[in-house]
Each structure stands twice: as structure tokens, then as C-alpha cells.
């Protein structure tokens, strides 16, 4: 009688190592590069904004109601009006109003990239968008820089000061026109 060779169990055709796990899920080929890893996290992100907005619609009638309530608290009417003493006088809707309008519209992503960044200047492109409708509202904002310790925080506030911009746009561009 001859010694039999045992040959182990081979996975499932589409399966990786064991037969659990899809190929697909498996860890991606050390080939690959750390870009291409996050490229695939970033969309697949952008993929489920998408995919929660098409399942979650927003209603203007909640939404109005949530910011009805948010005025009638005395410290957000504060400072949800801001007003500048420039000729006349401007009065407007203030960041915190946009901030607070954003938490309730719901599906509204805003993302911020640098474009350019030097010793002197940097170039920030700021982009509001409504998931729902697929409508952005990008906004450039350019910055020198000093030649100072305060580079940072002047080049910091610029970007925050950008995205700040960008936000009051898209939370005016996105809510009703209406009176009531």
C-alpha cells in the first residue's frame, strides 16, 4: 500500500484564501499604492453622502420649523444676526444662522482643498454642495502670507475665513425663496 497525499481543500472559485472572505474584500495587492487606497476611501464616501441623500430627502417644512425654535433661544438670536456699522449700517444673516441652517437642511457637503501654497501666497478652493440636487458652489480665495511668525495663523484664519464664505453662499443659494 502506498502513502496517499493529501491535497488541501481549495476556496470557492471568487473566494479568497480559506473560501470566507470575497476577493474583492480581501487586503488590496501590495502593488498598489497608498494613493490609490484613498482615492477608493474618498469615493466611496462621496458615494454614501450620495446614497443617504437620495434615501433621506430633506423636508423645508422640518427644516424651518428646527431653525424657528434654534431663534427663539436667545443666545443663538444673538448672534445669529450680525451687523456691521459701515455707511448706513449692514445687517445679515450671520455664519452661526449658516451653520445652524447646514445641521438642518441636512445633506450639504463642504470640502476645502489648496490649490496652491507657497512662501507668499496660497490659493484655497472652497465647494458648497447640495447632495440632493448635485449642486456645488465653489469659491477661490487667494491669501499672501506674511514673511513673519504669524504666517501660520494669517494663513490659517484665510482658510477658515474661506470656508466660512463658501458655506453662507451655499446655505443662501440653497434655501427657499419665500416669504412665509
Known sequence: ?????????????GFGQGGLV????????????????LAAQARAVIEARYLIAINRPRDLDVVREKLLKECRRPGFAEVAIYKKPIGKGVEGLSIRFAEAAIRYMCNIDISQQTIYDDAEKRIIRVSCTDMETNTPYPR???????????ALKTATRSS?????????????????RTTS
Open 1 to 13: 500500500m502506498q502513502p496517499q497525499t493529501v491535497m488541501p481543500p481549495q476556496p470557492a472559485p
Open 22 to 37: 470575497p476577493q474583492s474584500h480581501t487586503l488590496m495587492q501590495s502593488n498598489e499604492t497608498a494613493s490609490a487606497v
Open 140 to 150: 477661490t480665495s487667494r491669501s499672501r502670507k506674511r514673511s513673519s511668525a504669524g
Open 160 to 176: 477658515a475665513n474661506a470656508r466660512t464664505r463658501a458655506a453662507t453662499t451655499c446655505t443662501s443659494s440653497s434655501r427657499p
